[in-house]
């Protein structure tokens, strides 16, 4: 199974469904964010710290596979040059809808978080990357390309996944009330489920996941060259079991060395 190409078309249903991550932002909130009354977020819940971004005014700012007519638009309206380059045509659309609607400095470009050929080598300022990489089986090809777009001194927000999220069914759990493992890390599928769950994938078209560690997510940060200045964990939602025990998402503000 082609992951790309399986999660554009997973990505595009889900969008063109007007799902959670596919609303676009409100003119009022371009229109606050213009005004300097402006937040992101990275993982579901927590505002990503102000601090992190610095002067956004004038910044080229790589919206790295977060599309929605969320972040990007409104990091646009706080003065940020974007580019948002992301796999789903329909993710990409709903940044564009915002960009036009309110005459933003926003350009979309579709294409793979693990290959930014396209873009030269220093190219960017800040890279604003919300949960994505759980869509990728190499999330340390997309920490390198991530260095080698930044300009020295420059810096990449990213969220994700907390690896021992993957241990269990959720599904399963929030029916049960009970939080068993089931799966062994490293998570990738379809390779981790039965026959049953890869034809429930198959047939609801949802994007496959791949878990990564924290020798991964944080370590390959730091073997990309990356310095980690800063961090916060983050929950999901009430009803998942696994939020009495442990937060299911890790952001990290790294900088890249002058």
């Known amino acids: 199974m082609d992951h790309l190409e399986h999660n ?5 249903r889900e969008s ?3 799902g959670e991550w596919s609303i676009p932002v409100s003119a009022q909130t371009i229109v606050a964010a213009k005004g300097g009354d402006w937040s992101v977020i990275l993982t579901p819940l ?3 710290p102000r601090e992190w971004f610095g002067d956004l005014k004038a910044k080229r700012v790589l919206c790295l596979a977060s599309a929605g007519g969320q972040q990007a638009p409104i990091l646009a309206a706080a003065g940020a040059k974007v580019v948002s380059f992301d796999l789903s045509d329909e993710q990409l659309a709903r940044d564009a809808e915002v960009a036009a609607r309110d005459d933003l400095d926003l350009q979309c470009v579709r294409g793979d978080m693990a290959d930014l050929s396209q873009f030269p080598d220093d ?9 994505s990489n759980v869509f990728v089986p190499d999330v340390e090809q997309v920490w390198r390309e991530c260095y080698r777009v930044l300009k020295p001194k420059g810096a990449l927000l990213a969220g994700y996944m907390n690896p021992s999220f993957f241990l269990f069914d959720h599904d399963e759990s929030i029916r049960s009330g009970r939080l068993e493992v089931k799966y062994a890390l490293p998570y990738a599928e379809p390779e981790s489920l039965d026959a049953a769950r890869k034809a429930e994938i198959e047939k609801g078209g949802r ?8 020798t991964s997510q944080i370590g390959g940060q ?6 980690i200045a800063d961090l916060f964990e983050d929950y999901w939602t009430d009803e998942l079991p696994y939020n009495r025990y442990s937060p299911s998402y890790i952001a990290t503000l790294a900088m890249k060395p002058a």
């Open 207 to 214: 994007a496959l996941e791949f878990s990564h560690s924290l």
């Open 46 to 48: 927590k505002l990503v």
């Open 8 to 12: 554009r078309d997973a990505w595009n």
């Open 222 to 227: 730091t073997k990309a060259g990356f310095v």
């Open 123 to 131: 190219s960017f300022d800040l890279i604003f990357h919300a949960v």
């Open 16 to 18: 063109s469904a007007g």
